[in-house]
């Protein structure tokens, strides 16, 4: 521990060694039975290390706070595979998802980015709404859907892609032109949107909704670049065991 400024409740404090993203993302790594762990974060390339990126941030009690929100939030993404699945074949869906957890669970991957002093995370900038989303974290208030609303895709029938983490980018998706920010853990993705603006119908349908409601889009193997981020890892690691 360290002492400091908590950056969640601006109290003076011993501070935790905090992760950004959450431990759970990288339990992929931890629990391989490889002799050789990788976890690859990419920002102009591949690059390997053996845990998972971490910072003094927090007090143990805003630890413990937002502890709670990743605690729901894992169970969650494990049933992700378990979701049904429209007839359109183009989503997934849960209709039980406890919005005020996991909305802010979501809000605190994109708030923790955008603090971080880590380089990896450097294209994550939030100006004044970092600030806001501070407020919404420490006052435990999801606001609305559409508030920072965060799409998420994913890919089922990959395995390649369990020890892939790549750094976030800042991105205007097209046609929509909105400033957003892309996060990709494993095989799910996720597209923060930071806007004033509003926000197409379209993409309002996929953030969890205050009803409970969760559509997770299935995004094609072939054309999602992480792919070939996961592939150049492989070869990495088949290359390193045959020296």
Same mark, same amino acid.
């Given at each position: 521990?360290?002492?400091?400024?908590?950056?969640?409740?601006?109290?003076?404090?011993?501070?935790?060694?905090?992760?950004?993203?959450?431990?759970?993302?990288?339990?992929?790594?931890?629990?391989?039975?490889?002799?050789?762990?990788?976890?690859?974060?990419?920002?102009?390339?591949?690059?390997?290390?053996?845990?998972?990126?971490?910072?003094?941030?927090?007090?143990?009690?805003?630890?413990?706070?937002?502890?709670?929100?990743?605690?729901?939030?894992?169970?969650?993404?494990?049933?992700?595979?378990?979701?049904?699945?429209?007839?359109?074949?183009?989503?997934?869906?849960?209709?039980?998802?406890?919005?005020?957890?996991?909305?802010? !669970?979501?809000? &605190?991957?994109?708030?923790?980015?955008? +603090?971080?002093?880590?380089?990896?995370?450097?294209?994550? %900038? $939030?100006?004044?709404?970092?600030?806001?989303?501070?407020?919404?974290?420490?006052?435990?208030?999801?606001?609305?859907?559409?508030?920072?609303?965060?799409?998420?895709?994913?890919?089922?029938?990959?395995?390649?892609?369990?020890?892939?983490?790549?750094?976030?980018?800042?991105?205007?998706?097209?046609?929509?032109?909105?400033?957003?920010?892309?996060?990709?853990?494993?095989?799910?993705?996720?597209?923060? !949107?930071?806007? &004033?603006?509003?926000?197409?119908?379209? +993409?309002?349908?996929?953030?969890?909704?205050?009803?409970? %409601? $969760?559509?997770?889009?299935?995004?094609?193997?072939?054309?999602?670049?992480?792919?070939?981020?996961?592939?150049?890892?492989?070869?990495?690691?088949?290359?390193?065991?045959?020296?």
């Amino acid at each position: 521990m360290t002492r400091g400024i908590c950056r969640l409740c601006h109290q003076d404090s011993d501070l935790r060694d905090s992760h950004i993203l959450p431990e759970f993302f990288y339990l992929g790594i931890y629990e391989s039975r490889e002799s050789h762990k990788t976890l690859a974060i990419t920002k102009d390339g591949v690059r390997t290390i053996q845990k998972g990126l971490r910072e003094y941030l927090f007090c143990q009690k805003c630890e413990t706070k937002l502890s709670r929100f990743e605690t729901y939030a894992a169970k969650l993404i494990r049933d992700i595979p378990y979701f049904q699945r429209d007839a359109s074949d183009r989503f997934i869906f849960s209709e039980g998802v406890n919005y005020l957890k996991f909305k802010l !669970f979501q809000l &605190s991957i994109l708030w923790r980015a955008s +603090i971080s002093s880590i380089e990896g995370f450097s294209q994550v %900038s $939030l100006g004044p709404h970092e600030e806001m989303l501070r407020c919404m974290l420490l006052d435990e208030n999801p606001g609305t859907a559409c508030e920072y609303g965060c799409l998420m895709m994913t890919m089922l029938d990959t395995e390649i892609l369990h020890k892939v983490i790549v750094s976030p980018i800042r991105i205007r998706p097209k046609p929509f032109g909105h400033k957003a920010y892309k996060f990709a853990t494993g095989n799910l993705t996720w597209i923060f !949107f930071v806007t &004033s603006h509003t926000i197409n119908r379209q +993409i309002q349908e996929f953030f969890v909704q205050e009803n409970g %409601s $969760l559509r997770i889009w299935l995004a094609p193997d072939e054309k999602t670049p992480v792919i070939n981020i996961a592939k150049s890892l492989q070869k990495f690691e088949r290359e390193r065991r045959s020296r």
